[in-house]
């Protein structure tokens, strides 16, 4: 049965706490088939991606509402949606950590060499801020969550001074804001300093580096789950006319995951460059 004969039903879709709020944010009351702009101070990577995963499913032709189901740990997601209790994860996954046997999977949001991030620090930490070589960086104290494995791996071979878990973000950002470590991997935002904000306190990049996260990001929708393959149908070609309309990419430029601000910034992965697709908007061409 297809999704459109389902007026009225529901889709289950997982995502993590404060997507939640940040969504109603960003909508601020508008319909999600509405919203052509992605920007704004909730905007980032995990929201616009729900927010297009919606869109897309309304492209296709769902008719059908979407249902959060809030879980907070990144593992737990990915086995509510692969045990059939959800029918997708509604932010991209790591292609690394999806497992084929469970989940259908999308084309890719961000191709490999697209995920580039910040090292990011308190405007207090000086030391930090002042860091200017490899070498440098190597002497800060990162924080990080062993349940990330791209993030974990590419700092343990940046080779720091010490690597610490955390076992959220909200956590990281507490430790960095207190100065109990130096620095934690995060996505750049749409401020004009770059500055990611929580509970009133400020994180800010380490100028002049970035890191890129290797891997490409993907929608996974469960196929155990009883609308899985009519929802994956349906997601695939309300992506294909995101994508034709450039609201993808657009997303991503105006959250600020895509900026222009760190081109000409040194990578400290030695065999990556940041693409320039991430810092080019093709509106401003």
């Known amino acids: 049965m297809s999704l459109t004969s389902h007026a009225g039903g529901y889709i289950d879709i997982v995502i993590a706490p404060d997507d939640e709020k940040d969504i109603a944010s960003l909508l601020n009351g508008r319909e999600y088939r509405t919203l052509t702009r992605y920007g704004g101070p909730s905007s980032r990577r995990n929201v616009v991606e729900i927010i297009l995963f919606i869109q897309a499913l309304e492209l296709g032709g769902s008719t059908m509402k979407p249902r959060f189901v809030v879980e907070e740990n990144y593992k737990r997601m990915l086995r509510i949606a692969g045990n059939g209790e959800a029918v997708a994860v509604g932010s991209s996954i790591w ?138 149908s349906t997601l695939i070609k309300g992506m294909a006319l995101l994508n034709k309309q450039g609201r993808i990419r657009q997303a991503y430029f105006d959250s600020g995951f895509f900026t222009p601000k760190v081109k000409g910034w040194q990578l400290l992965n030695p065999t990556e460059s940041i693409p320039a697709s991430n810092t080019t908007d093709s509106d401003s061409q």
Do not use: C
């Open 95 to 232: 292609w690394s950590d999806i497992d084929h046997n469970r989940f259908l999977i999308s084309p890719p949001l961000l191709k490999n060499g697209e995920s580039v991030v910040g090292l990011y620090t308190s405007p207090n930490n000086n030391q930090a801020l002042r860091a200017s070589s490899l070498e440098e960086i190597q002497e800060l104290r990162a924080v990080s969550n062993q349940n990330w494995p791209a993030d974990w791996a590419l700092l343990q071979s940046l080779g720091v001074a010490s690597l610490h878990h955390a076992r959220n973000w909200h956590l990281m950002f507490d430790m960095v804001s207190k100065m109990r470590v130096d620095f934690m991997l995060s996505r750049f935002s749409d401020q004009d300093d770059l500055g990611i904000e929580y509970d009133q306190r400020k994180l800010v990049p380490i100028p002049g580096f970035a890191i890129v996260l290797p891997g490409s990001r993907h929608w996974v929708v469960s196929k155990s789950h009883a609308q899985g393959m009519d929802t994956f």
